[in-house]
Each structure stands twice: as C-alpha cells, then as structure tokens.
C-alpha cells in the first residue's frame, strides 16, 4: 500500500533560504528517480513564515526507508540540517482503507 512521507522544514533567514534551496531541489531529483517513487509535492504555510512541507508518496515504506537512508541522500540531509540548525521532522502516513476510521475497541478498556 502506498504511503506518505510529510516532511516539514523552518527557515528561519533569507540568506540561509538561497543557500538551502539547491539541497533540497538535488533532494527531490534524487528522489523522482528512486525505485518506489510515486509523487511529491512542496508547500509553504501560509501562516507560519518560513515553514514548508513536502508530501511525499512511495509505492511502500520500504521503497522510502531504502531512500531515507541511502548515502547519497544522508549526506545532502547532513546538510541541510546543518544549515538549518535543526532538525527535519518526518512524519509517516497510510490512506484509511475506503476513507472508514479504524474502529477502536472499548470492552479492552478497563473498567473503573
């Protein structure tokens, strides 16, 4: 099943920004080439100056764990969160099956 990558991001300067935007365009050519690849896109919040987030859907979380931690993809990220002084948050997604929210069970709860 297909899973989504969300990946967020503050930039805090405008000089950082020139000097972060290279890194992250080699990431995503990188990643457009990966086995397992199936999309992405970038946002910048509307809100919150700075931020971004990048979705990012993958045939399987094996295909994106394969990528996450290739060298070639370390070493750009090394930099980026060394640039940023942070680091990126990654946040791990699958599609509720027909859209229905998981039933959770409440005779498991404990009864007080």
């Avoid at 919150?48 to 764990?65: L, Q």
């Amino acid at each position: 099943m297909a899973v989504s990558i969300i990946i967020r991001r503050s930039v805090k300067d405008e000089a950082i920004a020139s000097k972060l935007a290279p890194l992250i365009v080699q990431l995503r050519s990188q990643a457009m080439v990966q086995p397992g690849y199936l999309t992405g896109q970038t946002f910048s919040c509307l809100d919150c100056e700075g931020e971004f987030m990048v979705i990012s859907t993958w045939n399987s979380i094996e295909d994106w764990n394969r990528w996450m931690h290739s060298e070639e993809r370390m070493a750009i990220h090394q930099k980026v969160d060394s640039l940023l002084g942070e680091k990126t948050i990654y946040r791990y997604y699958e599609p509720l099956v027909s859209g229905i929210p998981p039933i959770f069970n409440t005779n498991l709860a404990s009864k007080g």
